[in-house]
């Protein structure tokens, strides 16, 4: 293997300025000023190693499959790192054509009222610290890891997924219209 080869198999994360990250077996701890989160790497095959404000990263092969999962690993320690310093926003639209519906959000769970007319109210999940902001006819979800806030906003929108209808004619459901990183007050 040359150099180019290893040099290629090795890459460096640089921590933000406010952003602690420690490390304990496969598992990695961040600390910052929005909050703390931890994120496994027991089924990423990649070798961590933490030195000062860096996150050193190294490939356990010579593939280019190995190669791909190092960059995944760097780009989500990048993310948990800059959400935990400026956070990740999406805001949502409710669309209805005749039966109004209303959004409301219980502890964990998230509460689709009168979708299409049903009396029972559609519930899915808030995935980890994600929090979820009915105001009228949208809906804002704010939070530190990226994972997390576009599973929220997905679980939702997959509950209000028309089934055997148009989707042309039936445009009723609660869509994404807005991804940006930073907090919405």
């Known amino acids: 293997m040359s150099i180019k080869q290893v040099e290629k198999l090795q890459d460096e994360v640089i921590i933000p300025e406010g952003v602690k990250v420690t490390k304990a077996k496969n598992m990695l701890k961040f600390e910052g000023p929005l909050g703390k989160t931890y994120k496994n790497f027991k089924s990423i095959p990649v070798e961590i190693a933490i030195n000062e404000n860096k996150v050193n990263l190294k490939a356990l092969g010579p ?3 190995d190669y791909s999962v190092l960059h995944t690993a760097r780009s989500i320690i ?34 689709i009222d009168n979708f299409q007319g049903e009396r029972s109210s559609r519930v899915t999940h808030i995935v980890g610290n994600t929090k979820v902001v009915p105001k009228g006819e949208d809906i804002v979800i ?44």
């Not at 906003?153 to 089934?163: D, F, M």
């Not at 055997?164 to 919405?184: S, T, W």
């Open 78 to 111: 990048r993310n948990i790192c800059e959400g935990l310093t400026i956070g990740y926003t999406i805001k949502m639209k409710i669309v209805f054509a005749h039966f109004p519906i209303t959004v409301k959000v219980e502890g964990k769970k998230i509460l």
């Open 142 to 185: 704010t939070g530190e890891v990226w994972n997390d806030v576009t599973q929220t906003a997905a679980n939702i929108e997959l509950s209000t997924k028309v089934k055997n209808k148009d989707h042309r004619v039936f445009l009723d459901g609660v869509y994404i219209y807005e991804k940006k990183k930073g907090l919405d007050k």
């Open 63 to 65: 593939r280019k499959r």
